[in-house]
T-cell receptor, first 114, second 111 residues
Framework: EAGVAQSPRYKIIEKRQSVAFWCNPI?????LYWYQQILGQGPKLLIQ????????DSQLPKDRFSAERLKGVDSTLKIQPAKLEDSAVYLC????????????FGPGTRLTVL | GENVEQHPSTLSVQEGDSAVIKCTYS??????FPWYKQELGKRPQLIID?????GEKKDQRIAVTLNKTAKHFSLHITETQPEDSAVYFC??????????FGTGTRLQVFP
């Protein structure tokens, strides 16, 4: 079974620039999550999609972060403009349906903002 | 909202010894408690989970216990091996709510 795919794996940008991350979940998984993992901390949920609808985006900094899952499959997360404190690993995960179904994580995108 | 505390932040054990990591949660409505293992530079991987209708679950050398009254749950690894060295995260959620992760425990197993 193919896992969750993410790209790029690494990205270095300067502050105030824009960046976008892509995620392809496991086939058939209805629920997709974007997490931010700052070094030395646990993952923090940014946004959760159920098919193409947003279930929870309460911790997404909406003034600079946006995400979409237009066809209920792939998703993109965008940061515009980036700040130094956005340096982190951005993890995408998917689960069959509910939050309490096993969440499978992608390899993550390591973002460095200079 | 839910808050998850995890202890200790680092744990060093000798190969063959047992390791125990403890987490407490704040929301009594939480009913799902997974544990993830994350090796350096890699993705978190689920190693075991427990739901609130059971008190203990075991999978080979790994076990998790849940005390709903005290709102804490623990990960037990027996006969530790060097390949168990990683960061372990606990998490808690309600059925329709997001997973809240603990701050992680760095486990080092010395041969």
């Amino acid at each position: 079974e193919a896992g969750v795919a993410q790209s790029p794996r690494y990205k270095i940008i300067e502050k105030r620039q824009s960046v976008a991350f892509w995620c392809n979940p496991i086939s058939g998984h209805a629920t997709l999550y974007w997490y931010q993992q700052i070094l030395g901390q646990g993952p923090k949920l940014l946004i959760q999609f159920q098919n193409n609808g947003v279930v929870d985006d309460s911790q997404l900094p909406k003034d600079r972060f946006s995400a979409e899952r237009l066809k209920g499959v792939d998703s993109t997360l965008k940061i515009q403009p980036a700040k130094l404190e956005d340096s982190a690993v951005y993890l995408c995960a998917s689960s069959l349906d509910l939050v309490t179904d096993t969440q499978y994580f992608g390899p993550g995108t390591r973002l460095t903002v200079l | 909202g839910e808050n998850v505390e995890q202890h200790p932040s680092t744990l060093s054990v000798q190969e063959g010894d047992s390791a125990v990591i403890k987490c407490t949660y704040s929301d009594s409505a939480s009913n799902y408690f997974p544990w993830y293992k994350q090796e350096l530079g890699k993705r978190p991987q689920l190693i075991i989970d427990i739901r609130s209708n059971v008190g203990e679950k075991k999978d080979q050398r790994i076990a998790v216990t849940l005390n709903k009254t005290a709102k804490h749950f623990s990960l037990h690894i027996t006969e530790t091996q060097p390949e168990d060295s990683a960061v372990y995260f606990c998490a808690a959620s309600m059925k329709t709510d997001k997973l809240i992760f603990g701050t992680g425990t760095r486990l080092q197993v010395f041969p």
